[in-house]
């Protein structure tokens, strides 16, 4: 390439770091006039600059130094300072840049890793431990195993008793085929019977191998998923023979917590239907119930609202010549997509059959740049004089509780998705309201002083409780991130999601809220996985490597019959997309971390053991690889997603 940047931290400052930016010319041509546009993460200062101008929106950064053009085989040098914590991970640097000329041409320039000034390089030990014997995540309350195996040919049948649980058959054997390409003939041998048990709760099976074959007993759908998820990582494969050998068992099993979830953002970063599906598929075979799906933000909206069209043909699109900044990734070109509400019924249809709820978000009234921007007309407050600056570096990223506009907003949006999801509920964020919104709005101001007001935070409570109370009339239960209850104006309906803290999750449970737990300093995917610079990831929570992940212990601190507890309705992990850019990422990051969470989701406390884990681990790898999955292999430090351990199924879809 033409042109390269190199970043370094030259200072490690009481509060932040200084940087030096070099750009370099690498070729034989001057360049005048120029701009340097780059995807950085944490705000700049202006004032910190030792030359030239800087605008910021978001992470998209734009240099100029119109007074020095950039010449051949020369190098233009740019000192500035952040006011957060210094950086430890590479990736903490420029993401991607570009450079464009008064004559609109733009140039490709390549970016060398960060260089770091303080970087612990210490990655953890993952103990080297025997396979275990069998490699079911999670481990099941009650397991015997029995001398002998049950052989599954081409002639193995599943057969149902009540055909309301059909569908989890169907996964079943969609499931084999797929791993396996083994497909049953048309007739042959009843040999996998899934048993209606009506005395068996919701969520538990049982599930039996002996001479006579496999038998699975339930009481609902989930059910018959979880046992027929076990039954998968039971069965060993020979190729040759073309033949499943499932170990002689009996296996008694049902959930700790009632919520089990996976929050992916598709927002920040856009999964096609295809993917998405495919980690719904994945989800199942661990026992999650449900899938919270992070559809809008500043930096996209991904539902189709059919009476607001331009929601998505302005706010699904980012880039150079896109209403929207590109952000992130991709920068030089036009980044996006959404999901037609078609496409939503599908993944719901195909998460349903998988026993997993899917619950939407849309993010209000912080995070909400992405519809501002495609709606001023409705949303934009012409009066409003605010100063702010959101924590992901926007100052126009939230919605105005007094204008009217908004209402009708989520009027609109709030009656089209409740009757796109079928859930009961509907998560509406409520996260990271900026520190002076409506502060300067004569609107809002007069709004506070008719209701005797005297907080921004009793202003969003304000308009929170309308979302409440226009989705109670929808019949759906309003969920939201810890700051919903903020200004003591939502009901005791709403679910908080506590991701600050288990401490904030405990406050919030003693108000008289049901929770859900999701502290990001344990369950945050996005967190780098080791103590190691190279390792892809954030850390301002925390690094979460495996081990943290497993030892996570919901409330731990509080006595086993603390009446606190009864508020807790599960836990979730979350994915957040701002450095998620592709598949091979996107599974390096979830797995095996997720396995970890699921397993104490699923299992009981006096059970958990990390070694035991690792054993069992240790023997599931090779189903992940059989999936398809690019995770990181906990005991060879993988550091890159690309080159994260992957084999692709060979079977070539053989039948017999």
């Given at each position: 390439m033409d042109f390269r940047i190199d970043l370094a931290v030259i200072e490690i400052l009481p509060k932040g770091s200084r940087f030096g930016l070099t750009l370099h010319n690498l070729s034989e041509k001057s360049v005048a006039n120029w701009q340097l546009n780059f995807a950085f993460d944490r705000h700049i200062e202006q004032a910190s600059l030792s030359h030239g101008t800087l605008t910021q929106v978001g992470s998209l950064c734009t240099l100029s130094i119109n007074s020095t053009p950039l010449y051949a085989n020369n190098h233009c040098y740019v000192e500035f300072a952040i006011a957060t914590s210094p950086f430890k991970l590479l990736s903490d640097g420029i993401k991607e840049a570009y450079l464009t000329t008064d004559s609109g041409t733009q140039c490709t320039v390549s970016v060398s890793p960060i260089v770091l000034?303080?970087?612990?390089?210490?990655?953890?030990?993952?103990?080297?431990?025997k396979t275990?014997?069998?490699?079911?995540?999670?481990?099941?309350?009650?397991?015997?195993?029995?001398?002998?195996?049950?052989?599954?040919?081409?002639?193995?049948?599943?057969?149902?008793?009540?055909?309301?649980?059909?569908?989890?058959?169907?996964?079943?054997?969609?499931?084999?085929?797929?791993?396996?390409?083994?497909?049953?003939?048309?007739?042959?041998?009843?040999?996998?019977?899934?048993?209606?048990?009506?005395?068996?709760?919701?969520?538990?099976?049982?599930?039996?191998?002996?001479?006579?074959?496999?038998?699975?007993?339930?009481?609902?759908?989930?059910?018959?998923?979880?046992?027929a998820a076990t039954l998968i990582q039971l069965?060993?494969?020979?190729?040759?023979?073309?033949?499943?050998?499932?170990?002689?068992?009996?296996?008694?099993?049902?959930?700790?917590?009632?919520?089990?979830?996976?929050?992916?953002?598709?927002?920040?970063?856009?999964?096609?239907?295809?993917?998405?599906?495919?980690l719904i598929n994945l989800f199942a075979h661990y026992k999650l119930n449900t899938f919270h799906w992070h559809l809008t933000d500043d930096e996209g909206w991904r539902v189709e609202i059919k009476a607001l069209p331009e929601l998505t043909e302005i706010g699904a699109w980012r880039g150079p010549n896109e209403t929207l900044e590109a952000q992130f990734h991709h920068i030089n070109q036009r980044y996006g997509g959404f999901y037609s509400q078609e496409d939503i019924k599908d993944v719901i249809a195909f998460a349903a059959q998988r026993g997993i709820q899917v619950i939407p978000e849309i993010d209000i009234p912080g995070h909400?740049?992405?519809?501002?921007?495609?709606?001023?007309?409705?949303?934009?407050?012409?009066?409003?004089?605010?100063?702010?600056?959101?924590?992901?570096?926007?100052?126009?990223?939230?919605?105005?509780?007094?204008?009217?506009?908004?209402?009708?907003?989520?009027?609109?949006?709030?009656?089209?998705?409740?009757?796109l999801f079928p859930a009961p509920y509907v998560h509406i964020g409520a996260d990271e309201v900026p520190v002076g919104v409506w502060e300067k709005s004569p609107s809002c101001q007069a709004l506070m002083e008719t209701h005797g007001y005297s907080s921004s935070?009793?202003?969003?409570?304000h308009l929170l409780r309308y979302a409440e109370d226009k989705l109670k009339s929808l019949g759906k239960r309003m969920l939201g991130w810890e700051e919903a209850h903020f200004g003591h104006k939502v009901s005791k309906d709403t679910v908080i999601y506590s991701w600050l803290s288990e401490e904030a999750a405990i406050n919030c449970a003693k108000l008289g809220y049901d929770v859900v737990l999701q502290p990001g300093q344990t369950t945050y995917l996005d967190m780098a996985q080791d103590h190691c610079p190279t390792e892809p990831g954030v850390d301002w929570a925390n690094v979460i490597t495996l081990e943290q992940a497993?030892?996570?212990?919901?409330?731990?601190?509080?006595?086993?019959?603390?009446p606190i507890k009864k508020r807790i309705l599960g836990m979730q992990a979350a994915l957040w997309t701002e450095i998620v850019s592709h598949q091979q990422r996107l599974d390096y990051m979830i797995f095996p971390r997720l396995l970890a969470l699921a397993e104490t989701a699923w299992g009981l406390e006096s059970r958990k053991n990390y070694s035991a884990f690792l054993a069992r681990l240790k023997a599931h790898l090779s189903l992940l690889q059989r999936q398809g999955v690019h995770y990181r292999d906990p005991w060879t430090h993988t550091e890159e997603p690309e080159n994260a351990h992957h084999q692709t199924n060979n079977n070539n879809n053989d039948k017999i």
């Open positions: 000034k303080e970087a612990i390089d210490q990655p953890s030990e993952v103990p080297s431990v275990a014997r069998h490699k079911l995540i999670p481990e099941p309350m009650s397991a015997n195993f029995n001398s002998g195996v049950y052989e599954l040919t081409r002639y193995s049948q599943i057969t149902v008793d009540n055909t309301e649980f059909q569908s989890a058959a169907n996964w079943l054997a969609e499931e084999i085929t797929r791993l396996f390409s083994i497909e049953s003939k048309s007739i042959g041998q009843q040999d996998i019977h899934f048993r209606h048990s009506p005395v068996l709760d919701t969520e538990e099976y049982k599930l039996i191998v002996n001479d006579n074959g496999v038998v699975i007993e339930s009481t609902s759908q989930s059910g018959f998923i979880y046992g069965m060993d494969f020979d190729a040759a023979r073309h033949t499943l050998y499932i170990p002689f068992c009996q296996i008694h099993d049902k959930p700790r917590f009632a919520y089990r979830g996976m929050m992916i953002d598709s927002a920040r970063s856009f999964q096609s239907v295809e993917d998405i599906k495919r909400c740049r992405a519809a501002i921007k495609s709606l001023p007309h409705m949303l934009v407050d012409p009066d409003d004089r605010s100063i702010y600056r959101s924590v992901q570096h926007y100052n126009d990223n939230t919605l105005s509780p007094g204008i009217d506009g908004t209402y009708r907003f989520l009027d609109i949006v709030l009656e089209e998705t409740s009757e935070k009793e202003l969003q409570g497993y030892l996570y212990e919901p409330l731990s601190e509080l006595s086993s019959n603390d």
